[in-house]
């Protein structure tokens, strides 16, 4: 069974910088490709980014190009997501995710059988 852990979510300043992480466990082997979902108040979940780590190929939604970077430390079995230039917008909870194959979709969300509980990223104005 794969078990995801996320930390790092916080309160912080627009313009601030958080990097999330999220722990896989017992290893990445069995999921190597893996995102990150956030889901606002009120608001359904959608994808943020993601990565197929053995190619290292990486996927951004729209709205965070150039601000948010996924990345996979293999060694540690952790993922991240350095936010930088948060917005207001940025606001809600954060959630990893791990998926055995490279298709569907990179945003499909009903394709990652395992997630993580989440972390709550806040960004006041």
């Known amino acids: 069974q794969v078990r995801l852990v996320e930390s790092g979510g916080a309160s912080v300043q627009a313009g601030g910088s958080l990097r999330l992480a999220c722990e896989v466990s017992?290893?990445?082997?069995?999921?190597?490709?893996l995102g990150w979902f956030r889901q606002a108040q009120g608001r359904a979940r959608e994808g943020v980014a993601a990565?197929?780590?053995?190619?290292?190929?990486?996927y951004y939604d729209d709205p965070i190009k150039g601000r948010f970077t996924i990345s996979q430390d293999n060694a540690k079995n952790t993922l991240y997501l350095q936010m930088n230039n948060l917005k207001p917008d940025d606001t809600a909870m954060y959630y990893c995710?791990?998926?055995?194959?490279?298709?569907?979709?990179?945003?499909?969300?009903?394709?990652?059988?395992?997630w993580g509980q989440g972390t709550q990223v806040t960004v006041s104005s």
């Open positions: 990565i197929h780590g053995p190619s290292g190929t990486t």
């Open positions: 995710a791990a998926r055995p194959v490279i298709t569907p979709s990179w945003w499909s969300e009903r394709s990652y059988p395992y």
């Open positions: 017992p290893n990445t082997d069995s999921t190597p490709f």
